[in-house]
Every structure is written in C-alpha cells, then in structure tokens.
C-alpha cells in the first residue's frame, strides 16, 4: 500500500474557552481556496463546549485533528504542541476567534514557493468587533524585510506574527518554538529571536487576507497589547537584544515619534541621533543588508517630519515637491 504523503502546509490553532467564535474560524480555513493542508487544532484545557464543536469537525472533515489538553498551559505551549505535531514544509497560525479569508493560504504559500530565501511571511489584517459588523481600522504592514526589523525595533506596526503568520518550521525549531514561560509579549520575543539567531528573512503581503476579532476576553484588547506602561517593558526588552544600555529617554522619544506626538527641536535632534543609531546597529549586526540604508533613512524622516511643528512640515512638503527630495 502507498504511504499517503504529507500536506504541503500545517494549519496550527489554539483554542481555549472559545465556543462563541471556534466554528467560524474553523470554517474560514476549511474554505480556503488552497486546501493542501492539515488542521491541527489543540485544545489547551477548555472549560466551555470548545471541545465538542471542534470534535464535530474532526468527525466531518479528515483534515481537521484534535489535541486535547487537560489542563490550561498558555498560547505559546499549545502553538508548540501543535508544531511538534505537523509534518509539512510550512507551518500557518490561526486563531480561534479570527477569520482568514479565502485567498490567505495559496497567497502566502505561492509567495514562499517563488522565494526561497525568505523564511516567513505575514499579511495585512482588519480589525472588527465581536460580532463582525463594525471595522475598527486597518493593520498595514510595511513589505520588505529591513523596514519590517525597522518598525519591530520602534515599535511601529511590524509583523503579523500571532494568527497571519505562515513560517517554515525549520526556522521556529531552531529557536525552541514558542516561549511557553510569557503570557504576554511571546509574539515579539519570537520575532526577536528568530531574527538574532536564524537571520531569519521577513516579509508581508500587502492585502488585507486576515480578520481580527476585538472583544473583551481576548488578550489584543488588553491593556498589555493596546498601550500602557507596560508597552515600554516590551520595547526596552527589544532594543536591549541590541544595545547594552536603554535609556529612559530613548523610550520616551520613541513612544512620542510612534504615537505622532509633536517633538521641539532638541527632541527631534536627539530622537534623530536614536534612529540613526538603530539603523547602523541593524547593519553592522547583519540583521539588515547596507543597501537597505536609504530606505530606512528615508522612512527616519518621514516619521520625524509627522512630529515635528506644523510649519516645518509645510516645508518640508514644499521642498520635496520643488527639488524632488
């Protein structure tokens, strides 16, 4: 008898306590018009009728399998499980109070399979509430990899590294997967650690493939993801992958440049001197090419101008359509 061969791509969810929302996620990735994959779905210890709902499916659909926890052990365990689970070439993340649209997987698959050299690839999301009907804004994430590393360091929207992630499993295996001991925070110490110790290459699709649901049990409407003082924790935790001291200040600027606070002009200057430092730290560590230093010196200035005085924009505009710079 032929052995049956493995799926192209390994669909990893986990679910906890979400039987208000796991059938749709279910759905819109048994949809999806790319349909070489396995669903493996952890249950990470529910309490609610979780378990049920995503058993009916396993029951209906053979690619749909079901890894039942006792106990409740976090996100980033049962994204492991599921990993240690799969046998594909590409792993894809889904969460269970999510949707991915119809065209997300054969559009993050093609992209992996035309190059080779980069090692995962996130997507554009929307926002919605619980119940779908109501956008709450758009997640636009920048394409090319040096401004994705850019804006992960700045804390600017980066990645999809949570549900859009689709990686190769080889790369998330050499770090050690998921760090099971953070409850909050996992997504971007993974993406730090990829990139420090695989030079991993990042990328982004630039349509929107993925739906985002806010409500108030899940961890994107906590207050350790939308803002707060621990927000500063996160991106001192970054910077200090590359940089033996932090200053306070630093933080500082780069929260006020992030949320377009207007800067005078000794905290332009100085905010200035932080990025220029970010970008030849990120070069000189390899972690970005030394070609991408006009992208990102462009991408420096167009931040500073946002926050600068509203007479200095007008200038800067004025200037740029004059003399083309």
Known sequence: MACKLAPLVSVVMPVYNSEEYVAEAIESVLGQTFSDFEFIIVDDGSQDRSPEIIREYERRDERVRLLRQESNRGVSFARNRGIDASGSDIVA???????SLPARLEQQVRFLQDNPEIGAVGICTKAVNHDLTTSL???IVPPQHARIVFN???DFPSFVVGGGLMI???????VGGW???LRYGEEADLFVRLLLQTRIRYANLSEI??????HDSNKSSSPEKVGGRKNNVWLRRRLEFLWDEVTDDTLTRFRCLQQKQKLNWSERRATKADLNRLIETLIERQ???PSDRPLLV?????RLEQSSPRLWQMFCHWRRHRFGR
């Open 209 to 214: 493939l993925y739906v985002q649901r806010l």
């Open 93 to 99: 993340f889904m969460d269970s109070d999510d949707v």
């Open 298 to 302: 462009a991408d420096m200035n167009r």
């Open 287 to 289: 972690l970005v090419d």
């Open 168 to 174: 190769r499993p080889e790369k998330l295996r050499a």
């Open 152 to 154: 992960q360091f700045t």
């Open 179 to 181: 760090n099971e001991s």
């Open 137 to 139: 804004g758009a997640d």
